[in-house]
């Protein structure tokens, strides 16, 4: 492990941006998403990713200035297509139009199509909270998991974000793919040389597997749960939601007809839509009850949970956020820990772009 301060990979992803003829404000957008994760712990999808948003703008596969158009709007629901720009400066803005309707009417609804990775979900519904909103996120995305009893990929990892805000507490912030566990953990364990526990995955022949090699070559990912008998059918269902939410009603590639990440990874066999897409909700507290009583409930929640007794061997339930929570608070500090192939990658950024990596 090396550390950096979060302000150098901060500055050294809105730098590698520009580069790439993203425009001075979405490139800071950019990197702002990519900051959120690497101060919150989420190393798989911070500058972990940046290799990868670099090979797809070096090869035009994303659009560096996208001309992001509302194509379809009531007064509380939108469709926006993002121009196939980055999914870092098109799910940004794409929630900004959900804040604006909830502001306005008080519930604010986006799908999003046309676009691509936007980073983790978290980013958008802390945003909400900044605006004294309830936010949800979700994406699908390249195929990596396979339904409850298949043996083959057919969906994303399609993450779901929620967040609701405390009064004197932190905010309650649920960030979770609704596989078994995202992709990136597959790529960290990759990178260390470590096996995946058991659940997480199966091989090409479908058989369980705990290594990342025979996950990556032609096995799969299994959704929340892994097997029926430990509720896999649940995971399934909340990733043919978020599928159906953010590609089938915006327009966008549904299940196995997303379109793959990085540059390595084969096009499927027909479109169904155009792009990736997201789904965005936000709505505005008051609109349900008095904000200041509700966060005060939330508060009392977030008491009686932490006052729960412990399960043996255990501190006790965490509150959906803490772990991110205490990785910002010591990575604010010690800056964030990334592994020698991602420092390896980053370098490789910094000799094709000319940007210094210090």
Same mark, same amino acid.
């Given at each position: ?46 500058? $972990? ?13 994303? +659009?560096?200035? /996208? ?72 994406? +699908? ?5 396979? /339904? ?9 990892? +399609?993450?779901?974000?929620? $967040? ?88 966008? +590639? ?11 990874? $084969? ?60 990785? $910002? ?30």
């Amino acid at each position: 492990m090396t550390r950096f301060s979060l302000d150098t990979l901060r500055a050294f992803s809105e730098a590698v941006f520009r580069h790439y003829g993203v425009p001075k404000a979405d490139a800071a957008q950019a990197a702002d998403v990519l900051a959120a994760a690497d101060r919150r712990g989420i190393d798989s999808h911070g500058v $972990a990713r940046l290799i990868t948003y670099a090979d797809m703008l070096d090869a035009g596969r994303i +659009n560096p200035k /996208p001309d992001i158009q509302v194509v379809r709007e009531t007064q509380s629901t939108a469709t926006v297509d993002g121009d196939n720009g980055l999914g870092l400066v098109v799910g940004p803005a794409a929630n900004r139009i959900a804040l604006d309707k909830a502001e306005a009417v008080g519930t604010g609804a986006v799908s999003v199509r046309n676009t691509n990775h936007f980073g983790i979900a978290g980013y958008y519904v802390l945003e909400a909270l900044e605006r004294d909103c309830i936010g949800m996120a979700m994406t +699908n995305s390249t195929k990596l998991v396979a /339904p409850l009893w298949g043996a083959e990929r057919m969906l994303g990892t +399609n993450p779901i974000a929620m $967040a609701f805000p405390g009064q004197d507490e932190p905010p309650v912030v649920i960030d979770m793919a609704t596989s078994t566990v995202a992709y990136g953990k597959v790529e960290i364990a990759k990178r260390e040389g470590t096996p995946m526990p058991h659940g997480w995955a199966i091989d090409a022949e479908g058989q369980p597997t705990t290594d990342p090699d025979a996950m990556m070559d032609g096995g799969a990912q299994l959704p929340l749960g892994s097997t029926y008998e430990q509720g896999g059918h649940k995971g399934y269902c909340l990733a043919t939601m978020v599928d159906v939410l953010t590609s089938v009603m915006s327009g966008a +590639n549904w299940g196995p007809f997303a379109p793959p990440f990085a540059l390595q990874q $084969a096009q499927p066999e027909r479109q169904v839509g155009t792009g990736i897409g997201h789904f965005f909700n936000a709505w505005r507290i008051d609109g349900f009850m008095d904000p200041d009583r509700f966060k005060a409930r939330i508060d009392d929640w977030v008491h009686t949970f932490r006052a729960t007794e412990p399960a043996p061997g255990t501190d006790g339930p965490l509150i959906p956020g803490d772990p991110e929570r205490e990785a $910002a608070r010591i990575r604010a500090e010690q800056g964030a820990p990334l592994l020698a192939p991602v420092v390896a990658d980053l370098r490789t950024i910094s000799e094709r772009t000319g940007v210094s990596l210090t």
